[in-house]
């Protein structure tokens, strides 16, 4: 039984190491975040259409419908697109006293089905002068620069390009700033300046999230509209199928918007449910083809990418069952009155120690790589590094259900905060308090 506990401990600690070092290509990624991004500019004003899936929004939509009238980025360049699901829906005449389109799609079930619906329609359209599509989730605020930093990046050629998510909780009232959602909000900086950065600078194959993301005339044209609706999460489909395409990507960093988190951690869990479940979803959809597509090095590599939520659950997975191993070994030492119960115990220690403090330094990583774009006090930064290591491993939990359960099939509508009277361009505007 000896051997048992201290053997345990030595394949844990190389199993860890292992994890690790398979992790480390995710890892070097992280690095791109201090780096600066070359600024590209574009000689041409594109033409663009902007699509905004607004089922059931009116609360909110005037906030992202303010952000296109700041625009540094000429109107006559861009037209808005708000796409409702009810004909009588509110949001209809507020767009309306903003100048904007609206689109009704009576039989959406999906958010993909919404952005199908209104790229057919715009697709059939005689007039369409459009160069390129952007769209957006209306929740999202837009710097005043987005459209102006996102038509520079066309000047890149590529296919997809991808705009900056920041989350906007830090420049809400207090109530919108639990500590979860803070935490939750950060991975978009892990997602964007830790990794899309990097990869978009060497040519791999980027994380794509549909709002803040720009397509080429050319890209719906040969997709027929938008055809990712077998999961609840389009933007991981679309992520999967762009390698398949051959469609090119680019990270626009300097185009930035700004994301919404949940006040309380049930709707967060929600989320990060939906999402999680829809990655693995996707996964399972796409991964066959995309292992007999991989034959160079370098479409291996973004393989390897691909996986990178699975790599992640391999490393925090393995102190999980150590210590389940140890919690075991404890019952039948205790109950055979052994003194090595006190080993079996420091072994439990070791694997909670060893899950807090790796994820203790990667939030501090994202930390680091967002102290010059969210406003925090010192107080409050200190709280999220604390705090985002048992925020995160509640990802392994969602992992397993994805992997091993039931997976949401039902487009649920989320709720929203209360923010409905903040002012974007104040909001945008402020300082940690």
Not at 7 to 18: D, G, K, Q
Not at 242 to 259: Q, V
Not at 263 to 288: E, F, H, M
Request: proline share 3%; net charge positive.
């Amino acid at each position: 039984m000896e051997n048992l506990v201290t053997y345990s401990l030595y394949i844990f600690l190389a199993l860890a190491a292992l994890s690790i070092l398979l992790y480390m290509p995710r890892i070097i990624c992280w690095f791109g975040a201090f780096t600066k991004q070359e600024q590209i500019k574009s000689d041409v004003d594109h033409k663009f259409a902007i699509l905004v899936p607004a089922r059931n929004e009116s609360k909110i939509i005037t906030q992202i419908l303010d952000c296109f009238k700041e625009q540094t980025y000429d109107a006559k360049n861009f037209d808005v697109y708000v796409i409702v699901k009810d004909k009588n829906d509110k949001t209809i005449d507020i767009c309306k006293k903003y100048g904007y389109n609206t689109f009704v799609s009576e039989t959406q079930t999906s958010k993909a089905e919404a952005l199908d619906d209104c790229f057919k329609y715009l697709l059939a359209k005689k007039d369409n002068n459009y160069d390129d599509y952007i769209i957006f989730d209306a929740d999202a605020w837009l710097d005043k620069k987005c459209l102006e930093e996102l038509n520079n990046a066309t000047a890149s050629g590529k296919d997809i390009i991808t705009a900056r998510k920041i989350v906007k909780n830090y420049r809400l009232p207090k109530e919108n700033r639990p500590i979860s959602s803070l935490c939750n909000g950060v991975l978009w900086t892990e997602m964007d300046e830790m990794g899309n950065k990097f990869k978009s600078k060497h040519g791999i194959r980027m994380m794509t999230i549909t709002t803040g993301m720009l397509l080429k005339k050319s890209v719906i044209e040969r997709l027929g509209g938008f055809p990712f609706k077998d999961t609840l999460t389009e933007d991981m489909e679309l992520m999967y199928s762009a390698p398949l395409y051959n469609f090119s990507e680019y990270y626009a960093g300097n185009a930035i918007i700004y994301m919404e988190e949940a006040n309380t951690r049930k709707v967060n869990n929600q989320r990060r449910q939906r999402w999680i479940s829809g990655y693995v979803c996707a996964k399972r959809l796409y991964a066959k083809r995309l292992r007999k597509s991989a034959k160079t090095f370098h479409s291996k590599l973004e393989y390897y990418f691909f996986l990178g939520i699975y790599h992640a659950f391999t490393i925090y997975s393995i102190p999980l069952i150590f210590a389940l191993f140890n919690f075991v070994l404890t019952i039948i030492l205790l109950l055979d009155g052994s003194p090595l119960i006190y080993q079996s115990l420091l072994n439990i220690l070791y694997a909670a120690l060893y899950s807090y403090a790796t994820l203790f330094i990667h939030g501090i990583f994202i930390l680091a790589a967002d102290r010059k774009v969210n406003p925090s006090s010192v107080g409050q930064t200190i709280a999220i590094a604390l705090y985002f290591p048992i925020h995160y491993i509640g990802y392994t939990r969602m992992a397993l259900k994805a992997l091993f359960g039931s997976n949401p099939k039902e487009w649920v509508e989320i709720e929203r905060n209360d923010i409905a009277n903040v002012n974007t361009t104040d909001a945008i505007k402020k300082k940690a308090d």
